[in-house]
């Protein structure tokens, strides 16, 4: 992880999209957003880079590959469980099952739901990036 080093989005809703750009441009990160609208696309991307992204934000609602088995695809790759890239699931919908999943079977270090509200997610964000710019971490 490198604290100026890009931050991962997997999101399939373009609209989500936009809306995370401009919460990360209003509060001032200067990491480079990288989008990804499916998990197979985001898989190459981490196991090809020469980049030590910062933070990956998934949906678990996402096509062809589910944000659980894109996270149990890394977990499972040597290569890319030892980038220790913090990973956090940030979905609007959320429910039980996902959430025990996610922190009973895989090494998740978050799961956030999407607020409606701009000013919310906006504050959600800060908070996850924030905790991650100050947490120690093996890459940093």
């Not at 509060?27 to 990804?36: H, P």
């Not at 898989?43 to 096509?63: A, H, Q």
């Not at 959320?94 to 607020?115: C, M, N, P, R």
Request: overall charge negative; some cysteine.
């Amino acid at each position: 992880m490198a604290l100026t080093g890009p931050i991962i989005v997997i999101d399939d809703d373009r609209d989500d999209q936009e809306i995370m750009q401009d919460a990360c441009r209003e509060l001032g990160y200067s990491n480079q957003l990288l989008f990804f609208d499916i998990p197979t696309t985001a898989v190459e991307y981490l196991k090809t880079t020469t980049d030590s992204p910062f933070i990956i934000f998934s949906d678990v609602n996402l096509p062809r590959q589910n944000g659980i088995e894109f996270k149990r695809e890394i977990d499972s790759n040597p290569l890319l469980r030892q980038k220790s890239i913090p990973f956090v699931f940030f979905s609007t919908y959320v429910d039980k099952h996902s959430v025990e999943i996610a922190y009973k079977e895989l090494s998740i270090q978050g799961f956030f739901q999407k607020s409606s509200n701009y000013e919310e997610l906006k504050t959600s964000i800060k908070l996850i990036i924030d905790y991650w710019k100050i947490c120690k971490h093996p890459n940093n």
